[in-house]
Structure formats: C-alpha cells, structure tokens
C-alpha cells in the first residue's frame, strides 16, 4: 500500500472541512470556515474540493443512473493520487466515484469533471475547446482560468485555496451549479465581459441569478 494511503485520515477531515466551508452561510462580520485552517497543503485541499463539487453540480441525463461519476485528472499527481485513494467505497451523488489520471485531454471521455493542472495553463483554450459539448465541469488552477474557457478556478488568497466561478461557462456546458456553491466561491462572473463587467457578490448573486431559488433567509434574532 502506497505510504500516502497511511494520510487517509487526514484527507477526510480535510474533505468534512470542505463540506462545511460548501455548506456555511455567511453572516456579516463572521469569517467562513476554511478547510486549510490546520496547515494543510493546497493540493490537499484542492482534492477534497474537487470531490465535494460533484455533490454541488447537476450534468445533463446523459449517463445511465448506475454509472460511476468520474474525476478526470491532467497533469497534478499528487491530487489524483489523494483522490484514487480517497474514493473507493464512496458516492457523489449515490454514485460511486472513479479517478482517471490522464496525460492527454482525449482520455477525459465521458467524465464529469476534469482537473486541469497549472502546468498546463498555456494550452487552456485548446484543451477546452477540444472537449466540445461534453458536459465537463472545467476546474482550472490558473491566473485567468474563467477567462481560458474553465467553470471553476482554484486561487491561493493569503495562503489559502479559494476558488471563483464562471456561471456563464458552466450553462454553455449545460451544467447547472447549486446556489450553495456559487455562495461559497470568492466571486461569480456572470457575463462574457472580463475587465470592465461587474463582479456580483456571491451573496447576492446566490439570491438573483442562482438556478434554484433560496430559502427566505432567517429572521434576525
């Protein structure tokens, strides 16, 4: 058994801090929970991220129900080697979860969500555009990722691993994203604009522009 199999543990209390950063609504004047608070290493938190964004997203009915959702993986080993061996056993969705390390964008297939590598961001919009209408969530770990054609972008903000989200990428793929993701992600773009267009805070994006509509929010106490 490989020795990374020994940090298994660790990864899933990495992963129970993901969900809970997934899941917490933010109150004004409370910081969000963030599952790099114990020093953990960005390609950690970037595998337990990946893994609770299946739960957020919802593909076409291309697949037959039974089917696994796969995690495509180009370039980055130590993520897919966290993920392959984080998944056996588990679900996202009720279906059980597959890893596919691949060193060209042909091997992606029919996966749900590729990982593009940092080290491949030169050749993003080629690698996007080779998917076509495949039904991919793009996740990206690039200065300009959303504007390279990805859906969802890592960024490392004072030391921590956040991502941002591009709603219009994510329809053009036919994909729709939960208003809990896009709360949970430092900024929404929302329009083909990149440089001067305005950036809607994900609070108020979730409560506008989200495709299922909120909960009334709580009454204060």
Same mark, same amino acid.
């Given at each position: 058994?490989?020795?990374?199999?020994?940090?298994?543990?660790?990864?899933?209390?990495?992963?129970?801090?993901?969900?809970?950063?997934?899941?917490?609504?933010?109150?004004?004047?409370?910081?969000?929970?963030?599952?790099?608070?114990?020093?953990?290493?960005?390609?950690?938190?970037?595998?337990?991220?990946?893994?609770?964004?299946?739960?957020?997203?919802?593909?076409?009915?291309?697949?037959?129900?039974?089917?696994?959702?796969?995690?495509?993986?180009?370039?980055?080993?130590?993520?897919?080697?966290?993920?392959?061996?984080?998944?056996?056993?588990?679900?996202?969705?009720?279906?059980?979860?597959?890893?596919?390390?691949?060193?060209?964008?042909?091997?992606?297939?029919?996966?749900?969500?590729?990982?593009?590598?940092?080290?491949?961001?030169?050749?993003?919009?080629?690698?996007?555009?080779?998917?076509? =209408?495949?039904?991919?969530?793009?996740?990206?770990?690039?200065?300009?990722?959303?504007?390279?054609?990805?859906?969802? =972008?890592?960024?490392?903000?004072?030391?921590?691993?956040?991502?941002?989200?591009?709603?219009? =990428?994510?329809?053009?793929?036919?994909?729709?994203?939960?208003?809990?993701?896009?709360?949970?992600?430092?900024?929404?773009?929302?329009?083909?604009?990149?440089?001067?267009?305005?950036?809607?805070?994900?609070?108020?994006?979730?409560?506008?522009?989200?495709?299922?509509?909120?909960?009334?929010?709580?009454?204060?106490?």
């Amino acid at each position: 058994m490989r020795a990374l199999s020994l940090a298994l543990p660790r990864f899933f209390a990495i992963v129970l801090l993901a969900e809970l950063a997934l899941l917490a609504r933010p109150v004004e004047g409370q910081r969000v929970v963030e599952p790099q608070r114990a020093a953990y290493s960005a390609d950690e938190v970037k595998a337990a991220f990946l893994y609770r964004f299946g739960t957020y997203v919802e593909w076409p009915a291309a697949k037959a129900a039974g089917d696994p959702i796969t995690i495509a993986v180009l370039g980055a080993p130590s993520v897919a080697m966290l993920l392959s061996d984080y998944v056996p056993g588990r679900t996202i969705q009720g279906r059980q979860v597959e890893v596919r390390s691949i060193t060209q964008i042909e091997d992606v297939r029919d996966a749900e969500l590729l990982f593009i590598d940092r080290e491949h961001s030169a050749r993003l919009p080629e690698l996007v555009e080779a998917l076509g =209408n495949r039904p991919v969530l793009v996740v990206t770990d690039a200065p300009d990722g959303l504007q390279r054609g990805a859906m969802v =972008n890592f960024q490392l903000i004072d030391q921590r691993v956040r991502f941002e989200i591009s709603l219009r =990428n994510a329809k053009a793929a036919g994909l729709v994203l939960s208003s809990r993701l896009l709360s949970a992600a430092i900024r929404v773009e929302t329009s083909s604009c990149w440089d001067d267009c305005r950036v809607v805070p994900t609070r108020e994006f979730a409560l506008l522009a989200a495709t299922r509509p909120l909960p009334a929010p709580r009454a204060a106490p």
